[in-house]
């Protein structure tokens, strides 16, 4: 590399420094609900193990000891060593998707929903997200994918790999279902299909798609279906965990139902929900899937132990959603996303602090971690400009009286 080019570089890191942009990995240590930062003991309000399951010392002992009693050519391998279609698949993970799907099964089951699914696991939500859009839309149909402006960013990468000649894409207004209407509406007959992308629970809002309206609009048009990124929801909404969908009872006119195991389930990997048909088109489309090593078996064991506990933790989601809502109800209306996202009550653990300038923010993380809080500044581009925030991420291993002294310091 020439010394044009380092010095081209050096000076972008330096615009962004100057933006307050600049990124830094952290130098870390994890204890429990802490974090070792500078050789600070900082209380973690900024990771997505919504459940606090990802510092539980005493879980993690009982699956080592499950371990422990197994046969020795049982112990699952610490590595898949090659993709799923050569030698990467195993029982482990075979048995996961197994589980996944008859944990959906038995929530429609319970609702009354007549719906069935498939499951496919991916090595993570990342992967997911950019493989699912191209694969399913290789298909050589006039489509138009429609999804909403504040999709996560492994979406936006997945819609661009999907342009072609048959392939548009528009993005409508957050959460804003009169604009998406209107693209729906301007879809000529010549469109076959419509493919509407929305997260459950925002990532940074913090707030819900509306996936009861969102399932009128596709019972008014056969083109369309739906795909629901449930990342942020998995694990903490529905009666057993499964998401939004499960709660607002829409699970069975989903048509790619996706949740991840890196934040509520405290391991790694993701999943999509479909029919068998779709399954079988993807495993032969996907090029993550197809071109990745396979995630070690020792992984999808963790993720089936998690699994097997998700159904019973009412109490822990009970105790998060009270924790939200206090830290919530307590951000001054001027903190708040805007005025037309709030809604009364609990939305999610994520609760945004919004203080708009990139500098500001920076400033108000370095106060609340002097008070012992590990918070961070959440900028552009990761967020729209001038919405530069403090994420608060609230998780069951918190107390009410942690929640109580962080508002003190708000």
């Not at 309000?45 to 399951?53: E, K």
């Not at 342009?163 to 548009?168: A, E, F, G, H, N």
Request: proline share 4%; net charge neutral; aromatic share 6%.
């Amino acid at each position: 590399m020439t010394a044009f080019i380092i010095n081209r570089l050096q000076a972008s890191l330096d615009a962004l420094v100057a933006a307050k942009q600049y990124r830094q990995i952290p130098n870390l240590q994890h204890h429990e609900r802490y974090v070792i930062s500078e050789d600070k003991r900082l209380l973690n309000i900024a990771s997505n193990d919504y459940l606090g399951l990802g510092g539980d010392k005493q879980l993690q002992s009982e699956f080592l000891n499950q371990l422990s009693q197994l046969p020795v050519d049982n112990v699952p391998r610490m590595s898949a060593t090659s993709s799923r279609l050569l030698t990467g698949n195993d029982t482990q993970l075979q048995a996961l998707e197994s589980e996944l799907q008859s944990w959906y099964q038995n929530a429609v089951d319970k609702q009354n929903l007549a719906s069935s699914k498939s499951v496919l696991v991916f090595n993570s939500g990342y992967h997911a997200n950019i493989g699912l859009l191209p694969a399913l839309t290789a298909l050589p149909i006039k489509t138009i994918i429609l999804a909403d402006k504040l999709v996560h960013a492994s979406i936006i990468d997945g819609i661009r790999l999907s342009q072609s000649k048959l392939v548009s894409y528009h993005r409508y207004r957050h959460n804003d279902y009169e604009h998406l209407a209107k693209f729906i509406e301007q879809a000529d007959s010549s469109v076959e299909r419509i493919i509407i992308v929305t997260e459950s629970i925002f990532s940074m809002d913090g707030d819900r798609a509306d996936l009861a309206q969102l399932v009128q609009l596709k019972a008014k048009d056969t083109r369309i279906e739906l795909y629901i990124d449930e990342a942020h929801a998995i694990g903490i909404l529905g009666d057993t965990g499964l998401g939004l969908a499960e709660e607002t009872q829409t699970l069975a006119d989903i048509d790619y139902l996706v949740g991840t195991f890196g934040k509520a389930f405290a391991s790694i990997g993701a999943y999509i929900m479909c029919d068998e048909v779709v399954k079988q088109w993807l495993i032969n489309q996907m090029r993550p899937l197809i071109f990745s090593t396979a995630l070690p078996p020792i992984n999808h064991a963790w993720t089936r132990f998690i699994l097997a506990k998700m159904p019973s933790l009412t109490e822990q989601r009970l105790h998060l959603a009270q924790l939200s809502t206090t830290l919530s109800d307590a951000i001054p209306e001027r903190y708040r996303v805007s005025s037309t996202q709030q809604k009364a009550g609990y939305n999610s653990p994520i609760v945004p602090y919004i203080l708009g300038d990139n500098a500001l923010t920076v400033e108000k993380a370095k106060q609340l971690q002097a008070a012992g809080f590990y918070a961070l500044p959440i900028r552009p581009p990761t967020v729209p400009a001038n919405t530069a925030r403090i994420r608060l991420v609230m998780n069951a291993a918190l107390s009410h009286e942690d929640c109580q002294r962080l508002i003190a310091h708000l």
